[in-house]
C-alpha cells in the first residue's frame, strides 16, 4: 500500500484501514517522505508495528548513508532508483546487509529497462519494481505489458506498481509478480479497508484474464462519463470551462467529439445541416452569437435525437424549452428566446471556433453535465481523463474524512501548507 500523500496522521490512518483489509507492506512515498522526513517511517513502524515499511527514497546517490537513515527510522525495505549508478547500489547493498533491510530498485523512467533489470539481477538486489509513473500511467502507458518483459528475465521477485487495481492486481500476479503496489484506487477510497480486501482477494486468486481489453478510446469515453466536469477542470489546472453556458435540461450529461458550427445572429441553417454531419458519439458545438435571436429549437433537438447525436451546445440562445425538456435531451446554451431567426446559409461546418470564450476544434472533447461545459483538447483528452479520475478519487475519500467530523480546512491543512 504506497501513501503518496503529505499529511503524516491522514497516512497513518489510512495505513491502518489498508492493513484491516489486507496489505502486507506499507509505503512511505515520496511525496509524504518530502514532506514528513524519516518521521513518517518512524511513526509507521510504531503505528502498524506488524507490517513491513517501505521507505521510498528513489535514491540516486549517497546509497549506503540514506539507506542507513531510512533502516534506522525503521524502514524493512529500502526504495532507489534503477537509474542510480552501480557503485551507489552496491554501496547501498552493503549498508542494507549491515543494517538489516532489503533494496528495491525502481525501473521508473529507465531507458533501456529489460537491459538494466538484468544488470540489477546480476547485482543480487533484493527486488526489482516495474514501475509505470503517474504521468506515464495518464498518458496510456500500461503496467502489465511492462512487467511481461522483465519477469522473464530475471530471477529476483519483481514488483508491480502503477495504476493497480482489484483487476490489474490480479493480471500482474497472474503474469508473475510477487509483489502488487497499489496507490490511488486504496488510497483515494471512501473505504479503505473494502478496497483493500477486494484487490486482497483478487490477487490471491488470480487468473489470466481471457476478456480483451478496453482500447484507449473505449476507455477515455468511459472514465469521462464517470467524472464531472469540475474534476476535469481541476485536472486541466482550472482552464477548459466554456463561460456562461448552461443546461436547459437538468441531469442530462454529455460526452463526446465536437462537430462545430461558425453561424451568425439567428441564421439556422449550418446549425441544422451539421447534425446531417454529427452522428453518434458527437456533440454539435455552435457560435451564433446572440441571445436575442435563436437557431436552435424543439425540431432541430428532435432531428439530433433520433439522428443519435450525443447533444449540443450553443454559445446563443435556444427556443421550445418546454419541447426539448420534455424529450430530455442535453442542450446546453447561454440564452433562451421565443423568437427564432432564418436560414441564410452563412457560416461554415468544422472549423475552429470560439463558443463560451473556449477555442473547440473538430475532434476536441466535450463534456457537460449540471455544473457546465468543458472542452478537452483531442491530443491529451486520456491524460485529462486520467487526471480527472485520480481528482475523482481524491475528493471521494475527503468527503468521507468530512463526514467523518473534520471541517475540510482540517483535512486540507490549509494552516500547514498556506505560503509563509
Not at 524519516?38 to 549506503?64: C, F, H, Q, W, Y
Not at 548513508?65 to 534503477?82: P, T
Not at 443519435?308 to 440564452?335: L, T
Amino acid at each position: 500500500m504506497a501513501l503518496d500523500l503529505l499529511e503524516l496522521d491522514r497516512s497513518v490512518q489510512i495505513a491502518k484501514e489498508a492493513v484491516l483489509g489486507g496489505a502486507d507492506w506499507i509505503e512511505a512515498g515520496t511525496p509524504l517522505i518530502k514532506s514528513e522526513g524519516m518521521n513518517s517511517v518512524r511513526e509507521m513502524k510504531k503505528a502498524l508495528p506488524g507490517a513491513k515499511i517501505v521507505a521510498d527514497m528513489k535514491t540516486v546517490d549517497t546509497g549506503a548513508m540514506e539507506v542507513e537513515m531510512a533502516a534506522k527510522a525503521g524502514a524493512d525495505i529500502v526504495a532507489m532508483l534503477a537509474s542510480s549508478d552501480n557503485s551507489t547500489i552496491e554501496d547501498a547493498l552493503r549498508a542494507a546487509r549491515q543494517f538489516g533491510v532489503q533494496i528495491m530498485m525502481d525501473l521508473l523512467t529507465v531507458p533501456d529497462p529489460v537491459k538494466r533489470a538484468r544488470e540489477l539481477d546480476a547485482l543480487g538486489v533484493d527486488y526489482i519494481c516495474v514501475h509505470v509513473g503517474i504521468d506515464q500511467q495518464m498518458t496510456g502507458r500500461d503496467t502489465i505489458d511492462f512487467l511481461k518483459q522483465i519477469v522473464k528475465e530475471v530471477k529476483t521477485p519483481v514488483a508491480a506498481a502503477g495504476g493497480i487495481d482489484a483487476v490489474t492486481g490480479a493480471e500482474a500476479i497472474a503474469n508473475g509478480a510477487a509483489i502488487v503496489i497499489v496507490g490511488g484506487s486504496v488510497v483515494r477510497s471512501a473505504n479503505v479497508t473494502d478496497s483493500a480486501r477486494k484487490i486482497r482477494d483478487a490477487i490471491d486468486h488470480a487468473e489470466k484474464s481471457a476478456a480483451p481489453r478496453q482500447s484507449l478510446e473505449e476507455e477515455l469515453i468511459s472514465i469521462l462519463r464517470e467524472v464531472s466536469t469540475p474534476n476535469i477542470s481541476d485536472a486541466m489546472h482550472r482552464k477548459g470551462a466554456m463561460r456562461d453556458i448552461h443546461p436547459i435540461n437538468l441531469g442530462t450529461k454529455i460526452v463526446g467529439t465536437a462537430v462545430t458550427v461558425q453561424t451568425f445572429a439567428g441564421d439556422w441553417a449550418k446549425p441544422v445541416e451539421a447534425i446531417d454531419i454529427a452522428g453518434p458519439g458527437n456533440v454539435i458545438v455552435i457560435y451564433n452569437g446572440s441571445n436575442s435571436i435563436a437557431p436552435w429549437g424543439g425540431l432541430a433537438t428532435l432531428s439530433c435525437k433520433i439522428k443519435g447525436v450525443e447533444g449540443m451546445v450553443i454559445e446563443g440562445a435556444v427556443r421550445d424549452v418546454d419541447e426539448i425538456r420534455a424529450m430530455n435531451y442535453p442542450v446546453f446554451s447561454s440564452g433562451i428566446v421565443p423568437n427564432a431567426g432564418e436560414p441564410k446559409g452563412m457560416g461554415e461546418i468544422n472549423a475552429e471556433i470560439t463558443c463560451g470564450g473556449q477555442t473547440v476544434r473538430p475532434g476536441d472533447y466535450i463534456v457537460g453535465d449540471e455544473s457546465g461545459v468543458v472542452v478537452i483538447p483531442k491530443e491529451r483528452a486520456y491524460e485529462i481523463a486520467r487526471r480527472a479520475k485520480e481528482v475523482e478519487k481524491m475528493e471521494s475519500r475527503l468527503y468521507e474524512e468530512i463526514r467523518r467530523g473534520k471541517t475540510l480546512a482540517q483535512v486540507a491543512n490549509l494552516k500547514k501548507w498556506e505560503k509563509a
